[in-house]
């Protein structure tokens, strides 16, 4: 970074899962300084009364969130909010020259009215969301690079979307015929107290939830249609892990030249992902595990093709928390800022 002055962050939604793991990678980040931490319901909190674990990192003091004051400090601003806050300030943070990013769904969508059948509410930012660019750098980067408005996409869909990307985009598959079978440790779920979260209830067990109608579906469905250059279904089935972090999505397709081995599916994941510091494509046999991506902001992916079946079998495990959110975020600010897209992120685990 040179003798460059910092770019000036804040973190609108610190105190969450999400918006801790942003203060944790970006109070490490070379190129910026977090100048604001904001949240109403903990406004005038210091930060480290609610992360006590941080106190020798930061002496912040929770803001209350306004649009103008956030504007008049910082140069980038996350969003890590609930559905449907983000839309109400970004018109005026980007109006004041902010660059945004938003953690949440409200800008994923390049139609609105999908947002709305999905998510409800009303949108009166039609003009700022058009500019929104969805933030997959592995699929996105040159659009992210000139943007000033990013949606960063959900978990889910960012393990789903890097294990389906080359066999869409390549033609290789038969798209309605692919089911995402997913799962999700019980940080996706948020820090607010909910009763399937509770130790006593998630933990030696396993569960299917919004099977046929979650709202990340129709996210996914909105980048394998642009990748495969028409409208595309799929099959998606989160499960809840008793786990805390990490996810593991397992794709099933069917292949539209069932001659295809492993190895010809292999060389074309690693010529799709040959630019793509953060994905790592496994050796024959070697099938991915959460712990391994575990507060790391790889993306591990294993191949397998069923010569019995004609189907082809990825498996993508992320951590939810790291590439699933916050770590994705800050790669897309890096390419934002001209930066080297692994600044500031963590390329190896904590492992076991």
């Known amino acids: 970074m040179g003798d460059s002055k910092p770019v000036s962050v804040g973190i609108v939604g610190a105190s969450g899962y999400g918006g801790v793991q942003l203060v944790r990678l970006l109070m490490d980040h070379p190129g910026v300084k977090v100048v604001y ?51 109400e300030m970004t018109p005026t943070l980007i109006q004041r020259g902010c660059k945004v990013l938003d953690l949440s769904a409200d800008y994923r969508f390049s139609n ?59 033609g290789m598959i038969i798209p309605e015929t692919a089911v995402i079978d997913a799962k999700s440790g019980t940080s996706g779920g ?40 028409h409208e595309v279904l799929v099959q998606f089935t989160p499960h809840l892990m008793p786990m805390v972090r990490g996810i593991l999505a397992t ?16 060389t074309i994941y690693k010529a ?25 902001n790889m993306c591990y992916i294993g191949i397998e093709v069923d010569q019995r079946t004609d189907r082809v079998i990825v498996m993508s495990a992320i951590d939810n928390l790291i590439k699933g959110q916050a770590g994705q975020a800050v790669q897309c600010l890096n390419l934002m800022m001209g930066w080297d897209e692994t600044l500031g992120l963590p390329k190896l685990g904590f492992y076991p």
């Open 190 to 229: 948020g820090r607010q107290a909910k009763t399937n979260m509770l130790l006593a209830e998630a933990d030696s067990s396993i569960a299917a939830y919004g099977v046929t109608r979650h709202r990340h579906t129709p996210e996914i469905e909105q980048i394998c249609s642009d990748l495969a250059g």
């Open 272 to 296: 799709f992902y040959r630019n793509c510091p953060w994905v790592t494509i496994l050796p024959n046999g070697i099938y991915p595990q959460t712990k391994w991506a575990c507060s790391s």
């Open 37 to 87: 931490l904001g949240g109403d319901s903990s406004a005038g909190k210091p930060f480290s009364d609610i992360y006590p674990h941080l106190s020798h990192a930061t002496d912040l003091v929770i803001a209350p969130v306004d649009p103008e004051a956030i504007a008049a400090q910082c140069d980038v601003v996350f969003l890590s909010l609930p559905n449907g806050l983000a839309c």
């Open 112 to 170: 609105l009215e999908t947002y709305k059948a999905w998510y409800g509410g009303d949108r009166t930012d039609g003009d700022v969301a058009a500019t929104a660019v969805y933030g997959l750098p592995e699929l996105y980067r040159d659009r992210i690079k000139d943007a000033k408005l990013v949606g960063c996409p959900g978990c889910y869909p960012t393990a789903s979307l890097l294990a389906l990307a080359p066999l869409l985009k390549q």
């Open 251 to 266: 794709v099933y397709a069917t292949l539209r030249d069932p001659g295809l081995v492993r190895e010809d599916l292999a």
